[in-house]
């Protein structure tokens, strides 16, 4: 288990109603309607839903760490890089899992320096971190 040498930041959210609630911040900078999909029973309504979240989350802490990663290297890494984050839900033996697919796209670096700069950044992403041996994580360079 990893542990924090020391809380650098910590976010406040509390949620409500549960998947077809609300979920919002104690700073009030989100206030998310929460919908569930159609394909897990729910009338997609007009609110996201965890695994939306998750995704989101995921995609910009990669993105964040590859920036990081990169200018440690003293690499330049092209602002029109991005990751998409596919964020799985289904059933294991006991409950329910999510799986994640990151697609990292770097235009103009050459497919050596990118996969390196992907490499260092899984080994420091905080999701990365909290989900691996947890869960799938499949990463792969456009």
Do not use: W
Not at 16 to 27: C, E, L, N, Y
Not at 109 to 138: F, W
């Amino acid at each position: 288990m990893n542990k924090l040498e020391k809380v650098v930041y910590t976010a406040h959210a509390t949620s409500t109603g549960g998947r077809d609630g609300i979920s919002k911040t104690d700073d009030g900078k989100l206030n998310l309607k929460l919908s569930v999909p159609k394909a897990m029973g729910g009338d997609d309504g007009a609110g996201t839903n965890p695994e939306q979240l998750f995704a989101c989350g995921y995609s910009a802490c990669f993105l964040g760490a590859m920036k990081a990663m990169a200018g440690k290297e003293k690499i330049a890494l092209p602002e029109t890089t991005t990751v998409s984050a596919d964020v799985s839900f289904g059933p294991i033996v006991k409950g329910y899992c999510i799986a994640v697919k990151l697609a990292v796209k770097v235009p103009g670096m050459d497919a050596a320096t990118a996969q390196k700069i992907v490499n260092l950044a899984h080994e420091i992403c905080p999701y990365s971190n909290a989900t691996r041996g947890n869960i799938e994580v499949e990463i792969t360079l456009a």
